[in-house]
């Protein structure tokens, strides 16, 4: 004699919808998504010299390398995300958030390493 398999449970909606915003965060956080992938070889090198800059705490040099972003951004040679990227880390570099700066340099030169 054989016995009834038994069935799955049906989930709910509200089950339905916490397991996919389950799934679409953790996508989010695994490597390669979202976060700063796909940024250029412009991007990437300012960032290798931001993070440089930031290690050091040069505030000339960061002077430097905002205006030159700044220029590459009005020329269309740096794209505006990415630029904007690039500008909070100055930003944090001008309020004195050398070690934030420093991660999120960190950040886009890991994410463009690993593409």
Known sequence: ????RPQ???????QSSFLL???LVGSMLLPGCGGYSGASYRTYEYANALYTICNRQHTAKLDE???KIAADTASGELPEGEAKWLEAIVDDARRGDWKRGMKTAREIVRQQATR
């Open 1 to 4: 004699m054989t016995r009834p």
């Open 8 to 14: 799955p449970a049906a989930c709910t909606k509200r």
């Open 21 to 23: 915003a389950t799934v």
């Open 65 to 67: 390398v905002a205006v």
